[in-house]
């Protein structure tokens, strides 16, 4: 199902929970993996994403989100009962790891490179790649990570 803007925004600040500021970069950082995540939920929101450096991003998303997010009124009616549900899904899986940007990074990456090679969420080549894609991450970090999603088994 293919989504407008004002939805897409509010879901994203109903998941968070408060309003997103785009100046701010973990707010940035939020809105792309935050889209990334929900995508591989089901929700289609017409972005392509690539790989980049805090993992996978999508530049239409980011020209959208400034062009559109000054002008959004926040308004949670504009989700439709369907997405609600996803919304309500997303929040039970990550509960507070939505809070924080650096998590929302190694989630859509483990997602990203999982589908990218084609590997299983508990491979251990999939946990040496994000190791080697991003040194600045503990590898238990990535590890406790994996094991949450396997664990939700929305991923599988």
Known sequence: MLIKN??????????????????????????????????????????RFNWYWRGPYSPSLAHDAFNFYQNFDGNSSHISAKNQEIVEKTKNIFSKDIKKAGKLEIIASLLYQKE??????????????LKSLKPWLSEKEIETTATKLIKSKEFE
């Open 6 to 47: 004002k939805e897409l925004f509010a879901i994203l600040e109903s998941i968070v929970g408060r309003k997103i500021n785009i100046n701010q970069f973990d707010d940035r950082l939020t809105i792309q993996k935050l889209t990334y995540i929900l995508k591989e939920l089901g929700v289609n929101f017409n972005y």
């Open 116 to 129: 990218e090679k084609d590997l299983s969420l508990s491979d251990t080549t999939l946990i040496s790649l």
